[in-house]
């Protein structure tokens, strides 16, 4: 660097383009989302371009400013494209016999399941020669479900399918793009076989729970694959509150664990260098194909890999670059992933371990025992840090104890992770290892007791206050303007720290004010939401009206709350006779402070949750007045099926009067709305656009609202 002006370059910012054009590549993504919601981010995304050309101009950096902006301009394409290709809106309510092969089966509540199934082919109901090959995943909720379908079947049945949105990042990640549903009794099951990786992770998950018992083996089986199926929920509790939630996703702990074995292996067979990198990455890759290709274990492998590939090379590794080229490679292919937490959780974890490693090597430690220590508790307290914006947004709750348990609890399994990998490997070969599982299940015992200690102590998990994304961003340009890449004279970083970690606390603050809502209103969330609607009063009361009681569901719906920063509901109503589980609600209950049920008596799931000590209203004949928020409910039924829901608010000025039409009805089904709703109604609003209001005649002096987020001031 020879003029001036890359001097001052230089003592600004140590320059990486593979981390900042991943940056941009995340940025230029995730605005697509906010354009779509607002054209006038249009405006914020020139800013973005202008803020990160001039600079380079000035300096005359034309191929980096050429780079840098074609890899966010890239990042916007990539983003419309996935949103508007990812599924087909026009299936959306149309009826087809479909068919395919069964990927996976969860069966969450007692005769109800989940089936995801790949291949689909959706035919005609006529019988026509007319057939769709679906892209992607079809994810079908099985009701009567008598466990009678396995991984492998050829199902058929006829269903009405439901286009996912890529927006709903849930769906996104499993490559889910249509949703449906059917009775048990009508899916027709062709017994099929199972693929090679299917196959040894079945003798694997039963070999692990045989020998070692269903709560190790639950523990080793997500170790392993990241598959919590297994997995004691209480356990799984217990593994996020003490803060070491994080070992059970296949993430750089466990990669990096496994190529220091299988490295240190290799070496002793004196392989050339060149044989074990390519041994290193068959393996890898072999790995990240039983794990699903998840972002952390693609991530890790990645980083890994260029790790090895440097040493091979006798070149040094650079570990932000590394992670730079990962993020790229992912979000090229899946570019809606920057939604997705399990991603942002990694890379925000990494990214911090990196910022923050650095400045621990200039401390000169001789004990390798301290050295450890100190080590593991940078990495810890590193990894916390990075992660609190996202796991404070997402969760709402804050691990308290999260670096003590990682301090004591990771040397354990590490040791416990390569113990039941090799011995897995080996037992797949020759079936009598699997008989040695005995070892590892000792530390998994001793990982059990210390994490159930841990999470047990007093505020052990605290409520924790959401950052916001202006606050997230000066979060993270904080570290790293505090990080060794930042290269200003100390008094002026110093400044420039402060000054930002100043106002990332005032815009937090900011964020975190209450929410007061002192206006009667409906709220209607589309599936990225959690399919839901949400009542507010004017005596600041919640109520979620038909929430989707699934893992995916309420945990949209969560991060909906949140992200309006709502942390306590008055009440859960429900006016269909879906299954509600008491078991899949109860952390959604416990976090927005145990609010009332409000549901049939008829309802199938009613006593179980009277079991469950929910505090439970029946409601009679579908309909009860809620006194508390001047609110009444009442669902219409035919045949047992739920196909509108009336909300009825007290308000000064009178009655408001809201209809809620759900999916697409019949010509029966409108006939009995017309029937029945022989008053005025003030708004109808329809969760399908494909249901035509006109058809509703009876319906006297109503608005017609459709949106895929509708609020509506009674």
Not at 202 to 223: F, H, N, R, S
Not at 333 to 341: D, E, G, R, S, T
Request: with cysteine; net charge positive.
């Amino acid at each position: 660097m020879n003029t001036k002006e890359n001097f001052k370059l230089k003592k600004i910012i140590n320059y990486r383009p593979l981390f900042f054009g991943a940056v941009l590549l995340g940025l230029g993504i995730f605005l697509t989302t906010l354009i779509l919601q607002n054209t006038l981010y249009i405006v914020l995304a020139a800013g973005l371009l202008l803020l990160t050309l001039v600079p380079c101009l000035i300096l005359k950096k034309y191929l980096r400013g050429l780079f840098l902006c074609t890899v966010f301009l890239l990042g916007i394409g990539l983003g419309f494209l996935n949103i508007f290709t990812y599924s087909n809106n026009s299936l959306t309510g149309q009826s087809f016999v479909l068919s395919g092969r069964v990927q996976s089966v969860d069966e969450y509540y007692e005769s109800t399941a989940t089936v995801i199934i790949s291949g689909v082919t959706a035919a005609d109901t006529s019988g026509g020669n007319n057939k769709i090959n679906l892209q992607g995943l079809t994810s079908t909720t099985i009701y009567g479900y008598a466990g009678n379908i396995y991984v492998g079947d050829t199902v058929i049945f006829t269903g009405k399918l439901t286009a996912v949105p890529a927006t709903d990042t849930y769906s996104y990640r499993d490559n889910i793009r249509y949703s449906t549903n059917a009775s048990s009794a009508g899916v027709a099951v062709i017994s099929g076989s199972l693929t090679v990786a299917e196959r040894l992770k079945q003798i694997t998950q039963e070999k692990l729970v045989e020998i070692m018992g269903p709560q190790d083996g639950g523990i080793a089986y997500a170790t392993l694959f990241g598959d919590k199926v297994l997995l004691d929920t209480n356990i799984y509790n217990n593994f996020k509150a003490a803060g070491t939630a994080f070992l059970l996703a296949v993430s750089g702990i466990h990669v990096a664990a496994l190529i220091a074995m299988l490295f240190f292996v290799l070496k002793l067979f004196r392989l050339n260098k060149w044989v074990r990198f390519v041994i290193l990455g068959v393996v890898l890759l072999a790995y990240c194909y039983l794990c699903g290709f998840s972002p952390s274990v693609v991530r890790a492998g990645i980083m890994g890999m260029c790790f090895v590939l440097g040493s091979c090379l006798g070149e040094r590794s650079d570990s932000l670059s590394n992670l730079g080229l990962s993020a790229i490679i992912i979000l090229v292919f899946k570019p809606l992933y920057i939604f997705n937490v399990g991603f942002l959780l990694s890379y925000a974890a990494v990214l911090s371990i990196i910022l923050c490693l650095k400045l621990m090597s200039v401390i000169k430690i001789k004990s390798r025992v301290v050295k450890y220590l100190a080590d593991t508790a940078v990495i810890s307290f590193a990894a916390t840090l990075g992660t609190a914006p996202i796991v404070c947004a997402y969760f709402g709750v804050f691990p308290t104890f999260t670096l003590l348990a990682s301090i004591i609890i990771m040397p354990l399994y590490i040791i416990g992770f390569i113990a039941v990998w090799l011995i897995t490997v080996l037992g797949l070969i020759l079936p009598i290892f699997w008989y040695v599982l005995f070892i590892p299940a000792a530390f998994f015992e001793v990982i059990v007791y210390l994490n159930n200690f841990i999470a047990g102590l007093p505020f052990a998990v605290i409520d924790a206050a959401g950052f916001g994304l202006i606050a997230a961003l000066l979060f993270y340009l904080t570290i790293f303007g505090a990080s060794h890449y930042t290269m200003l004279k100390a008094k002026w970083k110093s400044v420039a720290v402060t000054a930002l970690l100043i106002a990332c606390i005032i815009c937090a603050v900011v964020f975190n004010i209450p929410a007061y809502n002192n206006k009667n209103a409906v709220v209607f969330n589309n599936s990225s939401m959690g399919y839901y609607s949400l009542l507010t009063t004017s005596a600041n009361d919640y109520y979620a009206v038909d929430l989707v009681v699934t893992k995916t569901g309420l945990a949209a719906a969560k991060q909906n709350l949140l992200n309006n920063k709502i942390r306590k509901l008055s009440g859960l109503i429900f006016t269909n006779n879906s299954n509600v589980s008491a078991s899949t609600l109860s952390a959604f209950m416990q976090f927005f402070g145990q609010p009332a049920i409000y549901i049939s008596e008829n309802n199938s799931s009613y006593s179980s949750l009277v079991a469950g000590m929910y505090d439970v209203v029946p409601v009679a004949s579908g309909y009860k007045t809620i006194t508390e928020g001047g609110i009444a409910v009442m669902g219409y039924q035919t045949n047992n099926v739920t196909i509108a829901t009336q909300l009825e608010i007290n308000t000064p000025s009178g009655t408001s009067r809201i209809i809620i039409v759900k999916g697409s009805l019949t010509p029966p089904q409108i006939s009995f709305l017309n029937s029945t709703l022989n008053f005025n109604i003030n708004y109808l609003y329809l969760e399908n656009y494909d249901t035509n209001p006109l058809t509703l005649s009876n319906v006297n002096n109503f608005v017609y609202n459709v949106a895929q987020k509708q609020v509506v001031m009674l």
